[in-house]
């Protein structure tokens, strides 16, 4: 006696073969020409990709779905063959219903006293579940077979497959092969396994009872039984299906790709609407860095956090970017993004005003300068250490990131010269309220990582600014001077001289270290011919880290972190011909001895040496000869370009020079008491 459910299925057959039949085929053309189709673009994940395009981040859609667009081309070709062989063998040949089928399957059924096989064809089930219809009763099931019809005429064979692709349930909320086969195999489903493949045909069948997670017994049968049909249909041979019975049923759902989570939220956040979100990221290399990043927080303490920024910066494409030691780490504050958010970089904007320095004609990395107890009005700044060297040369004092020094250079530049030039940089400094003071060279002002780590790039480029970015293609800003060649050389030469951290691997690299006041921030930044590494460290809501020190923490990170790159650093560039190479007994006079600022810049000063011609702002086409003439002033002069001795010694006041490089020159005029005029031009082409 047949059951139930037997009778119900044979009525639906039988109704929907009657039902076509008595149609007619115009009035069957005319009904499936008016059919209104259901929407079928629906909401898939948000995708974040590697620049090589494979997943770094997923997200669910907003009912809680896993729903992963995938193409037919981005399929395993043998998975396509084997779904159609098993489900519908002649779905490239019937017009969306196998009316064979469908009369073969209520024959058999009244012949064997039941179901043997279903008429259903992939059109139809892909009518279901765009509607998310019954499959049980004859109405659901005349719908089924209209829209089937409707789309076959109208979106054709390979889109409705797609459909299916993206739209078959898998279990739980798993929607769409791609994310079934990142779920259950932890893999794209470009290239599957027979054993895989064949799981993923049984699995729409009945996606709750055969779920591998929780009944992994009937997902192996099922699969059991696409394999033994596959060898039937000659799509497997004996032995290539009895090696995938063998392969173990995966017995759980494998976690979605979450790397470079922070990165992945601000894209999402700066267009919600977007789909796929291409990024320059390196996933080898980010993968390397997360668990660096939480293997260095957890060594230092249980509430720091570490924040990491690796990029190209001949291109200005972001490599790798860590934003906290652990994203879902509470403890840590691991959901804010530590390399956007605004903090004090402590020494590590020194090299920038010893860059300006020499580009201004101040200094020379040779120059002496006093390391001594100095009040600079109120403002009397200690080193990091409460030792003073005396006299000590410039580089030295760079290397050894001494503050009396700096903060003399800084006086001399003024610090809306050091805020202008960071902005050329492209960094965004924050400051604080009313006018900046001389502090900023010592961190009294906030940057983010991502910030300095672009600064750094600027330098490494040789003073050229470049934007740093994780998309792919942006749209970035033209780049800016914001040191000259020689001076940005001049730079890291000094900053390639640096013993690196215990233990750490050498080869060139120019690096500088910083530590906030109150140990609260501790950083390191680095550089190679190619490329530039950031480094932050400390609490992600500001307290102090007793004891943390840039070049004690921040520093071994940064090597660390270099070497995850790559296995070499590129060497740095020889200098710029017009790089001056001499000891200090070979510098003009006035760059021996760093002068005060009162002294230096004292160009308002009655007697004061101006530089008549070219005028600061002036456009020359010099034909091969800058022709300079001085007014005022005590002679013998000294005449630097771009911060490089044009002539010493001059005692005329109007002289001719050989100059054909076009650009921007700096012109600046010392005399014999050291007081100083410039000269800003633009030598044209």
């Not at 202008?420 to 009294?444: D, F, I, S, Y």
Request: a positive charge; glycine letters at 10%; proline letters at 8%.
């Amino acid at each position: 006696m047949w059951g139930e459910r037997l009778i119900a299925r044979l009525a639906v057959c039988t109704a929907v073969t009657l039902f076509a039949l008595a149609l007619g085929r115009d009035k069957l053309d005319a009904w499936v020409e008016a059919t209104v189709l259901p929407p079928l673009v629906a909401e898939t994940s948000p995708e974040v990709l590697a620049r090589d395009g494979t997943l770094l981040r997923a997200y669910t859609v907003s009912d809680g779905r896993w729903r992963l667009h995938t193409t037919l081309g981005e399929v395993d070709p043998r998975y396509v063959d084997m779904l159609l062989a098993y489900e519908d063998k002649r779905f490239r040949t019937h017009p969306g219903v196998d009316w064979r089928a469908t009369l073969r399957a209520v024959g058999q059924a009244v012949w064997n006293g039941k179901v043997i096989s279903g008429g259903s064809t992939l059109s139809m089930q892909v009518a279901r579940i765009l509607e998310d219809g019954s499959t049980g009763q004859w109405q659901g099931k005349i719908r089924q077979v209209r829209l089937a019809l409707a789309m076959e005429r109208r979106l054709g064979k390979d889109a409705i497959l797609e459909l299916y692709l993206n739209r078959a349930p898998f279990g739980g909320n798993l929607e769409g092969v791609r994310a079934a086969s990142l779920a259950y195999f932890g893999k794209e489903p470009r290239r599957l396994t027979p054993a895989e493949a064949a799981l993923l045909v049984a699995l729409p069948q009945s996606p709750e009872r055969r779920r591998p997670d929780r009944a992994n017994d009937a997902a192996t049968a099922a699969r059991g039984r696409v394999l033994d049909r596959m060898v039937g249909k000659g799509l497997l041979t004996a032995p290539e299906a009895g090696a995938a019975l063998r392969d173990p049923v995966p017995a759980r759902r494998r976690d979605f790709p979450a790397l470079a989570p922070h990165l992945s939220d601000h894209l999402l956040a700066q267009n919600p609407i977007g789909t796929r979100h291409p990024t320059t990221i390196d996933k080898r290399l980010q993968q390397a860095l997360e668990p660096l990043a939480a293997q260095t927080a957890r060594e230092i303490g249980e509430t720091i956090s570490v924040a990491v920024v690796v990029a190209d910066h001949q291109t200005g494409e972001i490599l790798g970017t860590v934003g906290s030691a652990g994203y879902l780490d509470d403890s840590r504050a691991g959901w804010v993004d530590m390399t956007r958010a605004f903090r004090s970089p402590g020494s590590a904007l020194k090299p920038l005003v010893y860059g300006l320095a020499f580009d201004q004609g101040l200094a020379h990395p040779e120059t002496l300068i006093e390391d001594r107890p100095m009040a600079f009005g109120s403002y009397a700044p200690q080193n990091f250490d409460n030792h003073y060297r005396g006299t000590i040369r410039l580089s030295e004092a760079l290397r050894q990131s001494l503050n009396i020094p700096v903060v003399q250079l800084t006086e001399a530049l003024t610090p809306e010269r050091l805020l202008a030039h960071m902005r050329r940089a492209g960094m965004e400094p924050k400051l604080p309220q009313g006018r900046p003071g001389l502090a900023v060279a010592l961190g009294g002002l906030g940057v983010t990582l991502t910030d300095l780590t672009q600064l750094y790039a600027a330098i490494a480029r040789g003073g050229e600014s470049i934007a740093l970015s994780a998309a792919q293609s942006p749209h970035r800003a033209p780049a800016r001077r914001v040191l000259s060649p020689e001076a940005a050389w001049q730079v890291t030469h000094i900053l390639a001289q640096l013993t690196p951290p215990p233990r750490a691997s050498h080869g060139p690299m120019a690096w500088k270290t910083g530590t906030s006041y109150g140990h609260r921030d501790a950083w390191a930044v680095g550089y190679d011919a190619r490329h530039v590494v950031g480094v932050w460290i400390g609490r992600a809501d500001g307290t102090p880290v007793p004891g943390a020190f840039g070049a004690g923490i921040a520093g071994p990170l940064l090597f660390a972190s270099f070497d995850r790159l790559k296995d070499t650093r590129e060497a740095f560039s020889p200098p710029p011909p017009s790089v001056l190479l001499v000891s200090n007994g070979e510098l003009p006079q006035p760059l021996r001895h760093f002068a005060s600022r009162s002294a230096a810049l004292s160009t308002t000063a009655p007697g004061a040496p101006k530089l008549a011609y070219p005028p600061d702002g002036a456009e020359l086409e010099t034909g091969g000869a800058l022709v300079v003439k001085l007014r005022d002033g005590r002679p013998p002069f000294t005449l630097l370009a771009n911060g490089a001795p044009l002539a010493t010694g001059l005692r005329a006041r109007e002289a001719q020079f050989d100059w054909s490089a076009p650009g921007y020159l700096q012109l600046t005029v010392i005399d014999a008491s050291g007081a100083t005029a410039r000269s800003s031009i633009r030598v044209l082409d």
